[in-house]
């Protein structure tokens, strides 16, 4: 694997170290992949999510505006309080 060579705050170190100390992680470089891990996964989703709703604005499937939707999904919430 390649390695790196990066720079904490205190702070963060501190919370590295912690994680660590816990026996949660047996080092502070499973502790930042695992991270990376969780954030690759999120932004993931994420891009998912928008494709998803690309589609869906491309797709036709209503005439009315983003902001026409919106404007009623307001109302709507408005009248059921």
Do not use: C
């Not at 501190?14 to 930042?32: C, R």
């Not at 797709?59 to 408005?78: C, H, M, Q, V, Y």
């Amino acid at each position: 694997m390649p390695r790196q060579s990066i720079t904490f705050t205190p702070p963060n170190d501190d919370w590295l170290k912690a994680q660590v100390e816990s026996q949660e992680y047996s080092s502070k470089s499973d502790v930042i992949n695992d991270l990376i891990r969780k954030a690759r996964k999120e932004h993931d989703e994420i891009e998912m999510i928008r494709a998803k709703l690309v589609h869906a604005e491309q797709s036709g499937f209503s005439n009315r505006t983003p902001e026409e939707i919106r404007d009623a999904a307001k109302a709507r919430l408005k009248q059921n309080g």
